[in-house]
């Protein structure tokens, strides 16, 4: 496997090793399934999203056939800033009220960003117990504020996300600024990713002046770091809460208020962010001291002569008392020590090799650290000069790179004396983040298609043979209105699905529920071409990637195959062992112009006799052959409450517990060969011991009542 590499563009060179052989799969008449975790197949889905988005019958029926485990919200950049409790009036947005009639409808899971610049620690972990708490005080309130007396029961938590607001700009998914500027003529401010970072970490103050570049979800207005408020009617006196309190009340230079009189918002509109801030934090605009007051959180406004219609107020102030992640984890972890917590910042090379911080990161050390594989950069040029075959190989790559910071955390964690396993969590975005994208643009086409069904599989091979320790998946956004195409559904102005939804179906079915692996003879070869540190790296892959599994719908074992040829068509002769009794084959295709965002789907479902299925793998292809079997094999037990399972510790070294509802009726333990070297029919309290068995990895076969049954890897230490 090859991952030491820096991917700027891929080229195939087109070389067919095997071209005219045949290819052939051979599959295994008792496959070892391994169940996909629920939390594996999260989405990101906004508070922001309309309530008559997702209670239409076609975003039901799409959403379901994606067989759903969990959506990150309030999500996005949005989550950074979002306050809980005043959106509860936002009867038609998807707020924390509307979100637990979403859960219960889809049967999925809450996975939560917490406001990190706009609110403190304790605010964290109130919220976490509103969300778990058992307590009658809780139940009372949940009862009060959403509608329900139940706990939520949300397990995952991330702290902060892509700050573009709550910092300012901190680590936007477009790349870290590392000055604010001021007005024409002033020197602009240093602020480096360090101490970015150590504020992320450790919290502290932050002097709110300024403009930086409108860039992530930042537009003119919102770049400008202080607060601002434009008046369209008239008032004597007004109290201002600023978004990011508190703020300081013992120096009395700490605030400063601009009134801009007569200002012209259809100007702001086109101005350039120097232009705007230049007119607004003009000098002559300095209300006086005895114009306003402030506390920590609110500032008064007593103008002399009143807020008059057009008046723009700008509010610069220094922000102090912001609790840094550590000070979050630590009192959510208070509040309810079982749930599983994530840090969104990259540690730094300063940070990592400072004895204090890795000893502070000890102390208060997350459950997983989280991931934002960004595809965009490495996509879009290629796209742009006409290299499409790079998306059929970036997810490959971005999946490789999430081994080496798996790799990196588990050496940290011996380095470090961390106390606990450190996992990996993937979320936004997949391709390209193009809102203003050409309505006719390749990346909307069947390359969109291809990464995500490559990255959704990949993922879950590389977290189930434990290549990474996988916690929470969320790399796709489900579904938003407007023009930005990487959203897998589309409610305006009619809904659709669209290319990444298709995809992403296709591999639900195929393989959403288990996987097992699968071997091609003579799979053609095919060249790319990356760089290392600058020099041109040529490496050779497999043309074909295919997985084997089950989905939702018991009765069908199925694979899916990528072609990753841009040129060729292949044939794919896939051998079916009798024992399946299988009696018909569903073969589905979804293939593309690579230059257009034109694509097709083909489907067929065919009687099937013999032992040999064909399938044609049109170039450039995402494909799936679902085998209808009459004899069950022992794996219909995928579903109901069997998917959500699985056995804890793991590793480990004396017994494992199964966290089925349902107490299995008798265990076989396998070992990595498939042969059974255990056989137990008493089942106590959902748990088994393995002191006998030597170290290794082992498979874990659960049968339950009406045949249903979970297979689970182990790894025995």
């Known amino acids: 496997m090859i991952r030491s590499y820096t991917i700027n563009c891929f080229l195939f060179l087109f070389i067919l090793v095997s071209y005219g052989q045949s290819i052939n799969i051979s599959l295994p008449e008792d496959p070892v399934i391994q169940s996909i975790p629920t939390q594996w197949k999260g989405h990101n889905h906004g508070s922001e999203t309309n309530i008559s988005d997702y209670q239409t019958t076609e975003f039901g029926a799409a959403f379901s056939k994606m067989n759903p485990g969990i959506i990150r919200w309030p999500g996005g950049n949005r989550a950074n800033n979002y306050r809980w409790m005043d959106r509860l009036d936002d009867t038609d947005k998807l707020n924390l009220e509307n979100v637990i009639p979403f859960l219960n409808t889809f049967n999925v899971e809450l996975q939560i960003v917490v406001n990190f610049g706009n609110g403190s620690a304790a605010d964290a972990a109130e919220l976490v117990s509103l969300c778990n708490s058992t307590d009658s005080y809780y139940a009372g309130l949940r009862q009060s504020l959403l509608n329900s007396p139940n706990p939520i029961n949300v397990k995952y938590w991330e702290i902060g996300n892509e700050s573009t607001d709550a910092w300012a700009f901190g680590w936007s998914w477009l790349g870290f600024q590392e000055n604010i500027h001021f007005q024409t003529g002033f020197p602009d401010k240093p602020f480096t990713k360090d101490e970015a970072n150590d504020l992320y970490y450790y919290g502290g103050e932050f002097l709110r002046e300024g403009w930086v570049e409108a860039i992530g979800g930042l537009d003119n207005k919102t770049a400008i770091l202080g607060h601002t408020k434009f008046y369209s009617t008239a008032l004597t006196t007004d109290v201002i809460t600023v978004k990011f309190p508190a703020m300081d009340i013992t120096d009395v230079d700490a605030v400063q208020v601009y009134r801009t009189p007569n200002f012209d918002d259809v100007w702001a509109a086109t101005a350039s962010q120097q232009e705007l801030y230049d007119a607004i934090a003009n000098p002559t605009n300095l209300l006086s001291s005895n114009e306003f007051s402030w506390t920590a959180t609110e500032v008064t406004l007593i103008p002399i002569g009143e807020l008059s219609v057009d008046d723009f107020i700008l ?403």
């Open 315 to 717: 509010i610069e102030y220094n922000s102090i008392g912001h609790d840094g992640a550590f000070a979050f984890r630590d009192a959510m972890k208070t509040a309810d020590a079982s749930i599983e917590i994530g840090y969104n910042v990259k540690v730094e090379d300063i940070q990592a090799n400072n004895s204090t911080f890795q000893q502070d990161f000890a102390a208060s050390p997350p459950n997983f650290m989280i991931k934002h594989p960004y595809a965009g950069g490495l996509v879009v040029p290629a796209i742009g000069v006409g290299f499409f075959s790079d998306a059929a190989f970036v997810s490959q790559s971005k999946v490789e790179a999430l081994v080496d910071l798996e790799e990196l955390w588990n050496q940290r964690e011996i380095d470090w004396g961390i106390p606990n396993e450190i996992g990996v969590s993937i979320t936004e975005w997949n391709v390209a983040l193009l809102d203003d994208a050409d309505v006719d643009h390749p990346i909307r086409g069947i390359t969109c298609g291809m990464y995500v069904a490559d990255f959704w599989a990949r993922t879950f091979e590389y977290g189930l043979n434990n290549l990474i320790d996988l916690r929470v998946m969320n790399h796709f956004s489900l579904s938003a209105t407007g023009n930005n195409f990487i959203h897998l559904l589309h409610p305006n102005p009619v809904f659709s699905v669209g290319v990444e939804g298709v995809a992403t179906t296709m591999v639900m079915e195929a393989i959403g529920e288990g996987m097992f692996p699968i071997t091609l003879s003579n799979n053609p070869q095919i060249d790319v071409i990356t760089t290392n540190e600058g020099v041109p790296l040529p490496i050779t892959i497999d043309a074909i990637p295919a997985w084997g599994g089950v989905g939702a719908n018991n009765d069908y074992v199925n694979v899916l195959l990528i072609n990753r040829d841009d040129e060729n068509s292949h044939v794919v002769d896939i051998d079916i062992p009798a024992i399946w009794q299988a009696d018909s084959v569903i073969f589905e295709s979804l293939y593309g112009e690579m230059v257009n965002e034109v694509v097709s789907t083909s489907y067929d479902d065919s009687p099937f006799t013999g032992s040999t299925y064909s399938a044609v793998l049109p170039a450039f292809s995402v494909n799936t052959v679902r085998i209808h079997i009459t004899n069950s094999l022992g794996i219909d037990g995928y579903g109901d409450n069997l998917k959500d399972a699985f056995i804890y510790p793991n590793p480990s070294s004396d017994f494992v517990y199964f966290t089925s509802k349902e107490r299995p009726i008798s265990v076989e333990i396998l070992n990595n060969l498939g042969q059974k070297i255990k056989y137990q029919t008493s089942i106590d309290f959902n748990k088994i011991e393995i002191k006998e068995l030597k170290q290794g990895v082992y498979f874990i076969r659960a049968i339950y009542s009406d045949k249903k049954l979970a297979t689970y890897k182990l790894i025995k230490q």
